[in-house]
């Protein structure tokens, strides 16, 4: 595509359609910041809608264009006439076809985050958390996500560089790692600095701005899925900051609107908005983006981040359940049975495993209501069980026989940590069904066998299992704790990372400790009780 279109042939493709001069500040250029515009970038792939391109004519004859330089130019007006900034929705307010969403407000969409806005930070300072980010923040997050060549890399710091709010998300969780390796051993609140307020409030101000544009874009699915996108992208971000710094309870929020998000999207319905030629009658905007190759980078953007919240959304509501008894919108088993999406390429966990995982959660969200109403149908509860064991059953002796060869592969380290959770959805699923008797002989034999597997794990593999490290050890035998706390231990004694997994390993200790000291509680004690004693809402991701 011909060069053109602006005062500099160097600034941002936003302000070269805008035809306006751009002060190039980089990640995100100041002209555009002030205007809450969306700036695409300088050297980064052009985005979709310029893409296939012969000349910068046809890139300004585009829709997009025209609606960039509406958008200003009614941004210009207003301001002109009220001598204040644009409004916007107010703090929260994430609204989709006129309806707010039903989860609780996030605190970072409050504005008064913002209030720790940072004074313009050295380049230099910017290049070494990056390196943290690209080198060590990252690799230890995804380690099943390979960034093996050129494109892969190329991925990465165009998505980070194309998003200015994502970019300062991704540098305050390097500030985060970076302060926690100097200060005291604590249990929460790590590395919370003041250069990390600070980043994450620019982030927060740079999601507040996406959230105005969503409201804007919500019309045409396409260009309502580009903003999405980079919703999802920064909010993975505070999220993340919540995981390494271990707030317990506030990572929840970040991900409810995660979920609100992506509910919305998936069920977004305009009559004669869809592109007619790729859409079957029951596709949703998400459907088709996530199947949608034509720009492979964003298309994998997508997935990753989208893949991401499922992972963490399968692993928290088994942990603790659903939020509440509403019917879940966002209905992502078919996707994970599918393949459509893959938990394997980013934590390990194959997505069928994940998706049993799900579908118990399902089970017991179903059982509990009807217990509620007094019309629990055993033998509905007995036969879906069944199958859900069957499954289980079948994965595990796949997996079991299935031959190891190189364990430096990461599809092979894949199948071992699979195979953990597999092994944590059976003790799962049986105590859903036979509660929480420790002496049951079933119990015995699944907790066993999930030990021995952990410990076979290649050393240091264990963070990647946590959940299924917590779930079967808190229904573990008196003999067996030692065994469980040495899998911790040898970790520390070679000053390997942890994960949460010393997390996991406190909250089985609460429920070893309650199971012994107040038995009348054999019955009901489990991994929720235990967080409950502890007054913790611990993410064992």
Known sequence: MASGGSRSRNGCYTCRVRKKKCDEQHPRCGSCTIRDLECYGFNTPPPDWMQGKQNWKEVMATSEARHL?????????????????????????????GKPPSVPEPIWWDGG??????????????ARLLKIYLEFVFPVQFTFCSLSGPADHRWL???????????????????CFDASLKEPQRIDGIGLSVEVAQR?????????????RFHQQRVVPKDMIRVAIQMLEVMHQLLSLEVFSMLEG?????????????????????????DKERASPHSSPLDIALGDFSCPDTQRTLEFHVTCVVWIDVIATATFGYPSRDVR????????RANTIKTQGIMGCHSTVMASIAEITHLADWKNAQIQSSSLDAE???????????QLMEQVHELDTQP?????????????????????????????????????????????????????????SIIRANWAFTMIGCFAHENLHERFRRLIRSLMEHKRPLGMTWKGLMVMEECWRLRKCQPELNDNCDWRMAMKSLGSQVLLA
């Open 404 to 460: 190891i060869v190189n364990l430096d592969d990461l599809e092979s380290r894949s199948s071992l940590i699979t195979l953990q959770f597999a092994c944590a959805s059976q003790v799962y699923l049986h105590v859903l069904l036979h509660g929480f008797d420790i002496d049951h002989p079933e119990l015995v034999r699944l907790v066993r066998q999930g030990l021995e597997r952990l410990e076979a794990l290649p050393f240091g």
């Open 329 to 336: 919108r966002f209905d992502y088993i078919p996707y994970l």
């Open 113 to 126: 985050v913002c209030s720790s806005l940072p004074s313009q930070k050295s380049p230099r300072e910017d």
């Open 250 to 274: 506030t990572w929840l929020l970040h991900h409810q609107a995660t979920m609100t998000l992506l509910e919305a999207v998936q069920n977004y319905n305009a009559a004669g908005s869809l």
């Open 69 to 97: 330089q509406s958008i200003a130019e009614a941004q210009y007006k207003a301001r002109r006439r009220s001598g204040q900034t644009v409004s916007r929705p107010k703090a929260g307010q994430l609204v989709i076809g």
């Open 157 to 175: 710091m165009s998505g980070l560089c194309s998003n200015s709010a994502r970019y300062q998300g991704a540098l305050s969780v390097s500030a």
């Open 200 to 212: 994450k409030a620019v982030a927060v101000q740079g999601l507040q701005t996406l959230v105005t």
């Open 380 to 390: 509905e509860l007995s036969s879906r069980a069944a199958a859900i064991s069957l």
